[in-house]
């Protein structure tokens, strides 16, 4: 079984864990009232044991980095996959939000057609990259079976 940190955000930009008085202990009694299991594995960095959340994210609660616990290299490589997909998926949306104050400020429909057929390709991107996270989604829950 081997960890890998997640490539999402620490868990403590969230207010309830940005008070400067929380400590490490605090935050493990919170998780645990909250329905949170404590792992028998630890933070390779901090050393402190991780906690799996009811959503089943898996965080350390001295740090807030997230890990995904995996069983295989195949299993890996895919959790690898998912997430470049999904930051990919992010900053595409990203752009798509940036061209939308292109089309506000653009006045010739040439100019327009052009802005169009950009989003367009980026959303093909994205169902594409959409098709092939449910696949490998499809395909680990078939194998579970």
Do not use: W
Not at 94 to 123: G, P, V
Request: net charge neutral; with cysteine.
């Amino acid at each position: 079984m081997r960890l890998l940190y997640s490539f999402n955000l620490s868990i403590f930009e969230d207010e309830l864990f940005m008070t400067e008085n929380s400590t490490t202990i605090k935050r493990m009694a919170h998780l645990l009232k909250s329905g949170a299991t404590m792992l028998d594995k630890v933070c390779p960095k901090c050393h402190v044991p991780l906690f799996k959340l009811k959503s089943g994210e898996v965080i350390c609660p001295s740090c807030g980095q997230r890990f995904v616990i995996v069983q295989s290299e195949e299993e890996e490589i895919k959790v690898y996959i998912d997430e470049a997909l999904k930051e990919l998926e992010r900053l595409l949306t990203a752009k798509i939000y940036k061209i939308n104050s292109e089309i506000r400020q653009t006045e010739k429909l040439t100019d327009l057609s052009e802005i169009m057929k950009s989003i367009y390709e980026i959303l093909k991107v994205i169902e594409l990259s959409r098709s092939i996270r449910k696949r490998h989604d499809y395909e680990s829950k078939t194998r579970e079976s």
